[in-house]
């Protein structure tokens, strides 16, 4: 054999070794991926849950729930400061959801599911009031996104 040859069989097996590599490289990069979003998903779901108990181990937070969400202007100054900031807590993790689909980081079926919970949400009066004074808290992407599901619940007959 001679050394051109040999320097052939070099450039074959380093070429070879480079796509194994590649090969490997991009199988941690998918499996990372999944990881990443298994990890988003539990972190959303998650804040939603902690909104969720902090309302049903409260029998006064879940009495200024159910009656904000019917009519915030029902609740007295301290109960309508306690509604505005579970839907902020609320609405910033709908933010993240549609935030997370919007740029493929996050699971699209994750914002499809919770789109029936905004959906329902959006169609209280108490919860629509209260958007209405507060959509400076989230960005203008996320306000659209919200101004077409209000739209979308009156369409359906629940707003």
Known sequence: MTIEQLGSM???AAALATLATLFYLAS????????????????VTDSMNHVNVA????????????????????????????????LLSYFHVFETVHYQARMGAGEGDLLVAEERSLLFLLSNRGVWDWWTDNPYA??????????????????????
């Not at 990372?32 to 972190?43: D, L, W």
């Not at 006064?60 to 579970?86: I, M």
């Not at 203008?140 to 629940?158: D, N």
């Open 28 to 43: 941690q990069i998918r499996q990372n991926t999944r990881a990443t979003r298994a990890s988003s998903f539990h972190g």
């Open 138 to 159: 989230y960005g203008p992407e996320f306000r659209e996104y919200i101004a077409k599901m209000r739209v979308r619940s009156e369409s359906l007959g629940v707003g």
């Open 55 to 86: 309302v049903a181990q409260s029998p006064q937070l879940t009495r200024v729930w159910t009656t904000g969400v019917a009519d915030r202007d029902s609740l007295n100054s301290e109960e309508r400061h306690q509604f505005d900031l579970l």
């Open 10 to 12: 070099g450039e074959v």
